[in-house]
């Protein structure tokens, strides 16, 4: 039990130690601009087949489920309205982090734990580049920024899903369907979503660069490495969810 407690509160000393290296080089010159600019292409472009897809689908699906409820009550009138507000305040955030979580996670896991592994970060170190600036900061930047733009554009494509789910059985315009939108949406509304989005996507950067960066020598470390940032970086995203939903409620 003590070796246990022991290797517990040396692995939060090092994801200490890992979150203060960060800081210390995002925030001091030279920036490696290139880089982040690829590591944002890598994420947020490359994503968007399986993003459009997944977000069409989510809106799509959650507007058919909601339709019965709402016409025990007569009221289907306001699915715009429903399906807009669960969309852009939760569904949006969450479906992105949780696709880039299996995408975007276990590439950065699996590619700095391949790296690990040729000893490549070592050579770095060795040519004089900082692997910490160039490898860890320039990612979690990437997933910082990269995941609120793909929360924006899963919100608009699970909009459009939901509307064309109602156009099957409603004549509703998509004029009168996004007006509808817009008037439900409050600008609190579209702050929990951007909260929501930005906290996800440090997270997954920074669980997948830790897990990469520090995993175990060996072929066999790369799908660990790859299998443990997708499941770091959802069980996080959860947790986050949980206390960002709590923390919204507070505020009001």
């Given at each position: 039990m003590g070796r246990k407690i022991e290797k517990l509160l040396i692995e939060f000393a090092r994801i200490h130690r890992f979150m203060m290296s960060f800081l210390r080089e995002a925030l001091s010159p030279p920036y490696?601009?290139?880089?982040?600019?690829?590591?944002?292409?890598?994420?947020?472009?490359?994503?968007?087949?399986?993003?459009?897809?997944t977000g069409f689908i989510v809106g799509f699906v959650f507007t058919k489920q909601s339709?019965?409820?709402?016409?025990d009550f007569g009221a289907t009138s306001w699915l715009p309205n429903l399906i807009s507000i669960a969309i852009v305040r939760a569904l949006a955030p969450l479906v992105t982090a949780l696709?880039?979580?299996?995408?975007?996670?276990?590439?950065?896991?699996?590619?700095?734990?391949?790296?690990?592994?040729?000893?490549?970060?070592?050579?770095?170190?060795?040519?004089?580049?900082?692997?910490?600036?160039?490898?860890?900061?320039?990612?979690?930047?990437?997933?910082?920024t990269m995941i609120p733009v793909l929360c924006f554009y899963v919100?608009?494509?699970?909009?459009?899903?939901?509307?064309?789910?109602?156009?099957?059985?409603?004549?509703?315009?998509?004029?009168?369907?996004?007006?509808?939108?817009?008037?439900?949406i409050a600008a609190k509304d579209v702050f929990a979503?951007?909260?929501?989005?930005?906290v996800f996507g440090f997270t997954i950067g920074f669980?997948?660069?830790?897990?990469?960066?520090?995993?175990?020598?060996?072929?066999?470390g790369v799908g660990k490495a790859a299998n443990a940032a997708v499941v770091s970086s959802m069980f996080l995203v959860?947790?986050?969810?949980?206390?960002?939903?709590?923390?919204?409620?507070?505020?009001?």
């Open positions: 490696e601009f290139k880089e982040i600019v690829r590591q944002c292409y890598e994420i947020g472009w490359k994503s968007f087949p399986l993003i459009s897809l339709r019965p409820s709402l016409e696709i880039a979580s299996g995408k975007v996670g276990s590439q950065i896991g699996a590619e700095l734990s391949s790296m690990n592994v040729t000893e490549q970060i070592d050579a770095m170190e060795v040519s004089g580049t900082n692997p910490t600036k160039f490898l860890i900061t320039s990612r979690i930047i990437a997933t910082t919100a608009g494509i699970g909009l459009l899903g939901g509307y064309l789910s109602i156009a099957t059985k409603d004549d509703l315009s998509i004029l009168a369907f996004f007006t509808q939108v817009f008037e439900s979503m951007v909260l929501r989005a930005v669980a997948s660069t830790y897990v990469g960066y520090y995993s175990s020598k060996g072929t066999e959860f947790i986050e969810e949980l206390l960002i939903v709590q923390l919204l409620s507070l505020i009001g």
